[in-house]
């Protein structure tokens, strides 16, 4: 680490340093005028507040000033090789996300710099150091050594978990925007101690969730978040199921109210709710009186069929969670429950079933309610609540997920208890209900504000690049009109 006199903007307003945050301005690299002083919401990029071009106080609109102040940079520069080496092996090995691929690579492409580590603010963690006492740390610095600090205030065993790579990987999931504070800055953080530390395994990286065509912006009031969406009345399960589902893996998806509904009513109230409840009502009825049936007295080869079939897509399940690819793995969930309504089906589960062919119908519920077993075990780690509701209907205790379903864990003669549903349906007019209360109508317009703007910009630059039109008017004067008169005429834009 070194110490280094920089240049920050300052406001004489309300006579402070300005923290990244709290300046705005027009983007370097897109144009884009509102654009922060750490990142540019509409191309990405990650910048310093000195580059923004008209940059303006956040507080107060003040047009800040520049001043010398001192700071200690993390020299990463001196460690580029290091964290290419760590990269070039963490990366294959633990199968990073392709984006996390392409952010890092792009970030070492360039050269890394010397980048501070301490800010002029007034709230954070400490600057162990003399006069440096009206400074503080940079929380994105600070943040990723909290992970340690956290294991070891939850144990004095911390040690076993952050210096014994050898028995540990390290996963982490986040949002495209914090990729190098963990793929290169705590890294090289690590590697600079020269102590052996777990270092980053897997890095998961999404992309961004849009809200109804436009952006979340709690301060805006645009977009449900999570301490408003009990407000709804759904379930947290329900929003855990469609989040995931919707998670942008590979590119950015939308939060959408209608969707959100349909996940509901059809992803799992007809499919997982549905089966789970038609098999163990029919256990509950008189023909059983929630007394599982011996079910090993008949077989078909239609029913080995089905259990390989479920165990292909189990199979499939488990690569996927290995892989991280938790979307995929949670539709491959819905897969099995579908697989086990079709099964239904073709074996027709009714009264009569039971009154013809007693042990045939036995075999059918054995097989089904031995897959609602599974089914809570496979959906456990995306809908909590929704497994543990599964397993007190079975009265039974849950399974770790298996590599093979034998199709044995519930046992004739097992005892379950009452059925009941497990999701409820939404009414349709409900989204309108809830476009209402978080900021549809908001978010649509700063959708076209942001199209605007960037249309302009746009004509702008062609513009700065087009040659001048020279015209006579009238009275015989030269009326010179740019290329950005016509433009921005067009857009109906007054220069």
Not at 63 to 87: A, C, G, M, S, Y
Not at 352 to 363: G, R, S, V, W
Not at 436 to 465: N, P, T, V
Not at 471 to 476: K, L, N, Q, S, Y
Request: glycine share 6%; net charge negative.
């Amino acid at each position: 680490m070194t110490e280094k006199v920089t240049q920050q903007l300052y406001c004489d307003s309300h006579h402070s340093f300005l923290a990244d945050r709290f300046v705005e301005g027009e983007c370097p690299l897109c144009g884009y005028i509102d654009a922060r002083g750490d990142q540019c919401d509409i191309c990405g990029g990650l910048l310093d507040p000195l580059d923004l071009k008209n940059p303006r106080c956040k507080i107060d609109g003040a047009t800040p000033n520049v001043r010398d102040t001192k700071h200690i940079f993390l020299d990463l520069d001196k460690l580029q090789p290091e964290i290419e080496k760590f990269f070039e092996e963490s990366s294959v090995k633990g199968a990073w996300s392709k984006n996390s691929n392409d952010i890092t690579s792009s970030w070492l492409r360039q050269g890394l710099q010397p980048r501070s580590i301490t800010r002029d603010i007034k709230w954070g963690t400490e600057v162990p150091l003399p006069d440096y006492e009206d400074k503080k740390i940079y929380p994105w610095f600070d943040a990723c050594i909290g992970y340690v600090s956290i294991t070891a205030n939850y144990t004095d065993q911390w040690q076993k978990w952050w210096h014994h790579p050898e028995d540990v990987q390290l996963y982490q999931f986040l949002g495209k925007d914090n990729v190098p504070f963990h793929s290169v800055i705590f890294p090289g953080s690590q590697i600079g101690t020269r102590d052996t530390w777990t270092k980053l395994h897997h890095l998961s990286t999404t992309e961004y969730l849009t809200y109804e065509g436009g952006k979340f912006s709690k301060s805006r009031g645009i977009g449900v978040f999570g301490d408003a969406g009990a407000k709804t009345g759904v379930p947290a399960d329900v929003w855990r199921y469609y989040l995931l589902s919707v998670r942008p893996e590979t590119g950015d998806s939308e939060f959408n109210w209608d969707a959100f509904i349909s996940a509901n009513n059809n992803n799992l109230l007809k499919n997982l709710g549905n089966f789970t409840n038609r098999v163990l009502k029919f256990v509950n009825s008189k023909i059983y009186n929630n007394v599982i049936p011996n079910y090993t007295e008949y077989t078909e080869p239609s029913y080995d069929a089905f259990v390989s079939e479920v165990n292909a897509l189990l199979t499939q399940y488990i690569q996927e969670l290995d892989a991280v690819k938790l979307r995929a793995a949670l539709s491959t969930v819905l897969l099995i429950s579908a697989r086990g309504n079709l099964f239904l089906q073709a074996n027709t589960l009714d009264n009569k079933l039971a009154e013809n062919e007693p042990a045939k119908c036995a075999a059918v519920v054995g097989l089904a309610v031995n897959l609602v077993h599974l089914l809570a075990s496979v959906v456990a780690p995306y809908m909590p609540d929704t497994a543990k509701s599964i397993n007190v209907q079975l009265n039974t205790e849950p399974i770790l997920i298996p590599d093979h379903w034998s199709a044995n864990t519930i046992k004739p003669e097992h005892v379950i208890g009452k059925a009941a549903h497990l999701f409820n349906i939404i009414k349709p007019e409900k989204g309108l209900e809830w476009r209402e209360m978080f900021g549809s109508d908001e978010a649509k317009r700063e959708k076209e504000e942001i199209a605007a703007k960037k249309a302009a910009q746009k004509a702008a630059k062609k513009a700065k690049k087009a040659a001048k039109k020279v015209e006579p008017d009238a009275g015989g004067e030269v009326k010179v009109e740019t290329q950005l008169d016509a433009e921005l005429k067009e857009l109906e834009i007054k220069p």
